[in-house]
């Protein structure tokens, strides 16, 4: 009897090992190790901020500022200088301004709240952040409403309301002066002719260049006023006869422009009053837009100035441009952008130098050298001072979205000599851009070690974009445009009509889906870039170093063979370019393999040092050698159901239906079942309380005992999880297509017990595995005799979950290193002794199997655990932060839910898990790339890239700071001093101020408002303070 018992026992604990996938309990040293290896850090944004709303620029410290509709907000400077944050309120900003040389903002948000930010360094370690929020604007009669203009004006800020009013705000304080320029004031002040009804809300605050005590209000029915605050009176008044639109002055302080909602700008002269010197409409004289900002920009010497505006477009033939106009007397040249300018900002060399004190004002010239342009969807960046006014290269804010991104791919520890090749053909491909350097120039970057990083972006009009992400900034290195290898893709561009021209990259429309880009594949060693498109085109290209002619050859291959039941009734095949075509320096093309079906290829895998690519469709894969340019195999993956899904979606019309009634029953069915378990649980907890009530045992309700009960334990803590049923899929499963190949990968491993080989892995949507055996010639006979291959193993998974990932394990639990890798130092070499192990990735579990007997040997189920599925998958390196000779290769995950794990490869053991991206977020979720240097990227927007890193070791953050100069910024919590005028031989302004810096520690403690004239007196001859007399009360301590 205890033997059988004992037999019982046995057979659970193994079933239940199965089951619950348990481990032990790992070591303290494990835990410690783990906190030296992983970490999780979203550091940085890539690309531009989607849906901007506002712009500032701060010329003392050459900062730009952009702020969102989503309450964010940039602050670049010099390359990889970068400050970011967030409003809590996360509330669209409608204006932004700097104070002049403190590294401080003003930002006002929509729900007409002004927020104070500062930028505060520690060392390299610098934050934005929000200091002082002012929100005491109501709806009483005597407050503003909405506060429509803001505007610096001698450390002040003055708010334009709606209602036509201007306050002045304390920056100090961040608190509302009671001086108000209300309307009736205005219009008591202006000369009758002058006098309307309403002058509307005040539209445009310009303070005056030369005198600190005036500054222009333009209100939007076209009344303007120079306003004297010291005498608090309007000292000049001016009426225009259309909408007011913006106020600029000259720097002479004499004369200003307005501009106006028909097109027009008016030229005013301050000594003549009313009388405009000058009205223009300078696309006229049909009916235009408004010109919605104008600059007007002293040149050097006897040059002539320059005017600049955006808009003003003749509305019937030119109404739907979108453009900012430069003239500077007879050259006129209006940008033609392809998407709406929100702002512009001129960079001016006497606002950015310090000007020479003996010179009059009036006599400084703006030599105004770069345009910075906020668009809808980029940023354009102009020079001034080269010849053509040529754009600038970005070394921020670049458009990643100019075209769709539909593919993308990391490189990391690229080789010197192929990243200088690399830079110099963008060189080349950029030659028309600007040779000066990036004109924004404020902060100081930390100097770290960098490596040579690349991020490839594939697009939908068929480019493939390089990016420098080794820092913080994100450079376009170099392009290669795939559409101009088809004739489908080959256009001449149009020549602009003059004064037009266009400039920027954003354009997302493409005259062709099929040439769009859905693989990508780089190898660092061999300079060799392979390319996979929509329709069924792979390309191979090789980067060179000069121009060369070229005719492209075309390998074609039938992935579905002799099947007489299949119809195509998807898109053509792009028809190649025929005849020699020249190629500039850098990625040229070798040959192209054009698969079919022409469907969208779904896999790809390329070996460099064979010279093999495997690319893989809905369809079916195939073999490739490059080297010979000949098709090796194909392989049909479909099934006899799936021949009649014959076109390229993912579902057929009839398999959609189905699915959509059987889930619609199944809800019913759940509807009810729910229903019914309410009622009985209900009726269960009325008879347990009235038990207890009656002084029997009293048995909660399950909602109390889930209550009581402790939190589940996470994976790390390596406890057993409960399992959930998992159904099979069957040949229909979720919809999707089974017979689609979803990952390829090559490698030497046994396929036979005595002796290792090449071989081609892939793997299917309905959770088969294919392992081909392939024979390659002798080296020296490699491009005279055929490789061949043929099937070896296959394995279908019992789910038949889809399998997104595979991969050779060595003895060592180290996945086998790429394609001259070992020979070139770049990893060490395998163990090849045998134990070799086959790592399967599906969506719904991890399993190891020992090779060449496909023996399972472990796994991790990450649906029957989670309820969650894997999305991508990659093996990276986790180094240690305080050692870097010691590393470990795991695997990293992302799932549907949008949360981040890693595993050990050796028992499968979960080291870190944490919710990364919104699971709702399913763009963010699936356009996401685990590099193999544990860091991440994901698109947390069309326009932008959201970096992170799972790495403790490898972590790319901000490291810069600002240098102010001394005095700029008062201390928080520095009581002021306002000092009046006591004596005519002590004169002083009435806004003095004496700083932190200027008091002693003891004159700390005192406060302003207990101190005496006479003390003040006293401090500010001798720098001290008077004592007291004995029947005065102490000073009230701070």
């Not at 999780?40 to 901007?52: I, S």
């Not at 031989?985 to 005192?1006: I, N, Q």
């Amino acid at each position: 009897m205890s033997s059988l018992f004992s037999f019982i026992r046995h057979r659970y604990d193994k079933i239940k090992g199965d089951t619950v996938h348990s481990h032990p309990k790992e070591s303290d040293f494990r835990q410690k190790l783990k906190k030296e290896l992983y970490e999780y850090n979203q550091v940085l944004h890539h690309g531009f901020p989607t849906k901007p709303s506002a712009l500032a620029y701060d010329p003392s410290l050459q900062l730009l500022a952009i702020a969102t509709k989503h309450g964010a907000l940039r602050v670049y400077g010099a390359p990889d200088v970068e400050f970011c944050s967030t409003h809590e309120s996360e509330e669209t900003v409608t204006q932004l301004l700097f104070i002049p040389g403190e590294g401080r903002l003003v930002s006002l948000t929509c729900d007409n709240v002004l927020h104070l930010w500062e930028i505060n360094s520690d060392d390299f370690n610098s934050t934005l952040e929000e200091k002082k929020t002012f929100d005491e604007f109501t709806s009483d009669g005597s407050k503003p409403k909405a506060i429509s203009v803001i505007s610096i004006f001698d450390k002040k800020l003055l708010l334009g309301t709606e209602d036509g009013d201007v306050h002045l705000l304390n920056l100090h304080s961040f608190k509302i002066t009671d001086q108000v320029i209300s309307q009736d004031v205005i219009m008591q002040n202006v000369p009758e002719d002058c006098k309307v009804v309403s002058t509307g809300s005040v539209e445009a605050l310009q303070a005056h260049p030369t005198n600190k005590d005036k500054f222009l209000i333009g209100y939007d029915r076209g009344l303007i006023v120079l306003w004297d605050l010291k005498e608090n009176k309007a000292d000049v008044t001016f009426n225009a006869s259309q909408q007011l639109e913006s106020l600029c002055w000259n720097r002479n302080g004499k004369e200003f422009l307005s501009s106006h909602s028909d097109g027009s700008y008016v030229h005013w002269v301050v000594d003549d009053g009313n009388q405009p010197k000058e009205e223009c409409i300078p696309y006229g004289p049909f009916p235009c837009k408004a010109i919605s900002k104008i600059d007007w920009k002293t040149a050097e010497g006897d040059n002539e100035p320059f005017m600049i505006f955006s808009g003003g477009m003749a509305r019937g033939s030119y109404g739907d441009k979108f453009t900012v106009s430069v003239i500077q007397g007879e050259k006129h040249v209006t940008f033609d952008f392809t998407s709406r300018v929100l702002d512009y900002t001129v960079l001016c060399k006497a606002d950015e130098e310090p000007t020479d004190p003996g010179l009059e004002a009036g006599s400084i010239r703006d030599i105004p050298h770069s345009i910075i342009v906020l668009l809808e969807e980029e940023i354009v960046a102009i020079d001034l001072l080269s010849n053509g006014w040529p754009p600038f290269r970005l070394p921020y804010g670049n458009s990643i979205h100019a075209s769709a991104i539909t593919a993308s791919s990391h490189v990391s520890n690229v080789p010197e000599s192929l990243w200088k090749k690399i830079i110099d053909a963008g060189n080349q491909l950029f030659s028309s851009y600007s040779k000066r350097e990036w004109p924004i120039r404020g902060g100081e970057k930390q100097e770290t070690r960098k490596s040579r990083d690349i991020l490839l972006t594939g697009h939908e009009d068929g480019s493939v974009k390089f990016w420098n992400v080794s820092s913080v900034s994100m450079e376009l290195m170099y392009k290669v445009n795939t559409a101009s290898y088809f004739e489908e893709g080959f256009t001449e561009s149009a020549e602009d009509e003059e004064p037009f021209r266009k400039i920027g990259h954003f354009d997302p429309y493409t005259d062709d889906p099929r040439l769009g880009v859905q693989r990508i594949f780089l190898c660092p060693v061999s300079d060799i870039l392979v390319v996979a498109g929509t329709a069924g085109q792979v390309i191979v290209l090789q980067m060179e170093r000069e121009q060369r002619e070229l005719d492209i050859k075309v390998s074609k291959v039938n992935l579905v063979g002799d099947r007489d039941n299949f119809v195509w009734k998807g898109h053509n095949s792009l028809t190649v370019v025929s005849g020699d075509v020249r190629y500039n320096q850098g990625f040229q093309p070798q040959c192209i393999l054009q698969m079919s079906p022409p469907a969208a290829c779904t896999a790809l895998s390329v070996h460099t040092e064979w010279q093999l690519l495997s690319a893989g469709t809905a369809h079916g894969f195939c073999l490739f050698d490059f080297c010979q340019r000949r098709s090796i195999s194909a392989t049909c993956t479909l099934s006899a159901t799936e021949t009649s899904a014959t076109d390229d979606s993912s579902m057929s019309r009839r398999k959609s239906f189905k699915k959509s009634l059987r889930e619609s029953f199944r809800r019913l069915r759940r509807r009810r079942s729910m229903g019914k378990t309410k009622k009985e649980s209900g009726a269960s907890n009325r008879l347990q309380e009235m038990k207890s009530d009656d002084g029997q045992r009293a048995i909660s309700s399950p909602k109390m005992q889930a209550g009581r009960k402790l939190a589940p334990p996470t994976i790390e803590e390596d406890m057993p999880h409960a399992e959930r049923a998992i159904e099979e899929r069957g040949a229909s499963g979720d919809g999707s297509q089974c017979s689609m190949v979803r990952c390829l990968q090559f490698a030497d491993t046994y396929l036979t017990a005595t002796v290792h080989s090449p071989s081609l892995l892939a793997g299917t949507n309905a959770g088969k595995v294919y392992i081909f055996s392939i024979v390659l010639p002798a080296y020296d006979k490699r491009d005279q005799e055929d490789v061949t291959a043929r099937l070896s193993k296959e394995i279908t998974l019992r789910h038949q979950a889809p399998v997104i990932g595979l991969s050779i394990i060595d003895g060592t639990y180290y996945p086998l290193p790429l394609a001259l890798e070992v020979q070139n130092g770049r990893a060490k070499a395998p163990d090849m002794s045998g134990n070799h192990k086959l790592l399967v990735i599906s969506e719904e579990q991890f399993k190891l199997f020992a090779m060449p007997t496909l023996k399972p040997e472990d796994k991790w189920k990450l649906t029957a655990h989670e309820g969650s599925r894997t999305r991508k998958v990659a093996t990276c390196t986790f180094r240690s932060r305080s050692d870097e000779q010691y590393n470990e290769m795991n695997i990293a995950c992302m799932t549907n839910m949008g949360q981040l794990s890693v595993y050990t490869i050796k028992g499968l053991r979960r080291q870190m898990n944490i919710d990364a991206i919104n699971k709702i977020d399913i763009n963010g979720i699936a356009s996401c790339i685990l590099a193999s240097t544990g860091e991440g990227f994901y698109l947390s927007s069309s326009s932008e890239y959201a970096r992170f890193s799972l790495s403790a070791a490898k972590v790319v953050k901000p490291a810069c700071k600002l240098t102010l100069k001394d005095g700029l910024r008062t201390p928080e919590g520095t009581p002021q001093i306002i000092i009046e005028n006591y004596d005519e031989t002590h004169p002083t302004s009435r806004d003095s101020v004496v700083s932190r810096g200027e008091l002693s520690a003891a004159d700390m403690s005192l406060r302003s408002a207990d101190m005496t004239q006479d003390e003040v007196v006293d401090y500010a001859q001798n720098g001290r303070t008077n004592q007291r007399s004995a029947d005065q009360p102490p000073l009230a301590s701070s």
